[in-house]
T-cell receptor, first 109, second 115 residues
């Protein structure tokens, strides 16, 4: 079993939809939880990070962490075609990042 | 300012040949990471350099893989006797000394194809 599990998708939604992306993990020692966005043929870029449990909002994006369930989510409101990318969750483990497989999202006009 | 750069952007090699992949981190960044991204596998950690400390090589999949970082700046990832399963995108990332682990800046990657 991988330390971090993520549904690879692809996920296809119409413009304006609310998107929910999720990851589960097995290591209860993880404290930092991240979401990265990766456009085609580019490196990942940090979208949001959360420390411990709770919610964090940044514009149209909301990250949630439920440590009791070992479950994290990223919500995208009013999705746009420019949000089409692969979204990777990641967790920190002693200065290194453990990534999920990434979920490919396609937002069509 | 300049971001992380990697070269070449694409590399096609024959099975059994050696390849070298180069990473130029952001100037002043002391931490440097290599990852491998295969289809359906996400980013897999390979090796981590931090300043003058001994590198963390715990992610290297076999002794055919090695990396070095000269002068605390440029890094080279070497794969000897390449195999078809080595085909992947190899990504490099760097971060500053005081930055948390998640503040890594990624390069565009080198797409390696082993035929």
């Amino acid at each position: 079993q991988k330390e971090v599990e993520q549904d690879p998708g692809p996920l296809s939604v119409p413009e304006g939809a609310i998107v929910s992306l999720n990851c589960t993990y097995s290591n209860s020692a993880f404290q930092y939880f991240m979401w990265y966005r990766q456009y085609s043929r580019k490196g990942p870029e940090l979208l949001m990070y959360t420390y411990s449990s709770g919610n964090k909002e940044d514009g149209r994006f909301t990250a949630q962490v439920d440590k009791s369930s070992k479950y994290i989510s990223l919500f995208i409101r009013d999705s746009q075609p420019s949000d089409s990318a692969t979204y990777l969750c990641a967790m920190e483990n002693t200065d290194k990042l453990i990534f999920g497989t990434g979920t490919r999202l396609q937002v069509f006009p | 300012g300049a971001g992380v750069s990697q070269s070449p952007s694409n590399k096609v090699t024959e099975k059994g040949k050696d390849v070298e992949l180069r990473c130029d981190p952001i100037s002043g960044h002391t931490a440097l990471y290599w990852y491998r991204q295969s289809l359906g596998q996400g980013l897999e950690f390979l090796i981590y350099f931090q300043g003058n400390s001994a590198p963390d090589k715990s992610g290297l999949p076999s002794d055919r893989f090695s990396a070095e970082r000269t002068g605390g700046s440029v890094s080279t990832l070497t794969i000897q006797r390449t195999q078809q399963e080595d085909s992947a995108v190899y990504l490099c990332a760097s971060r500053g000394t005081a930055g948390p682990a998640y503040e890594q800046y990624f390069g565009p990657g080198t797409r390696l194809t082993v035929t």
